[in-house]
């Protein structure tokens, strides 16, 4: 039901940043709970963080923090200090609920490629 197209991603070296951005197509999209998720070469798909419609965030790791923009219908994954251990395939996702399982999430990016060289 909710469109998201990731954008951003990109080389960059150990010590940047780099902003993702993800575009979604639904007007019900300040309902939904969107989630960033990640997935490196042999390696599970793993939660990053999560913003509530309201804009509550919570990520684990404090070199990475959401936005959004309901008005826009956009969502922005800020990145900050990377690592060479922070390479992955990133993906934007949609959830009715705040969780940090990917199984609470019904709609998917195509995800975005950041890697990141030491």
């Known amino acids: 039901q909710v469109h998201l197209v990731e954008s951003g991603g990109g080389l960059v070296q150990a010590g940047g940043s780099l902003r993702l951005s993800c575009a979604a197509s639904?007007?019900?999209?300040?309902?939904?709970?969107m989630g960033w998720f990640r997935q490196a070469p042999g390696k599970e798909r793993e939660f990053v963080a999560v913003?509530?419609?309201?804009g509550g965030v919570y990520s684990p790791d404090s070199r990475f923090t959401v936005s959004r923009d309901n008005a826009k219908h956009t969502v922005d994954l800020q990145m900050n200090n990377l690592k060479p251990e922070d390479t992955a395939i990133y993906y934007c996702?949609?959830?009715?609920?705040?969780?940090?399982?990917?199984?609470?999430?019904?709609?998917w990016g195509q995800g975005t490629q950041v890697t990141v060289s030491s």
């Open positions: 639904a007007r019900a999209f300040s309902n939904y709970a």
């Open positions: 913003i509530s419609p309201s």
């Open positions: 996702a949609a959830s009715p609920v705040v969780a940090p399982s990917e199984s609470q999430y019904f709609s």
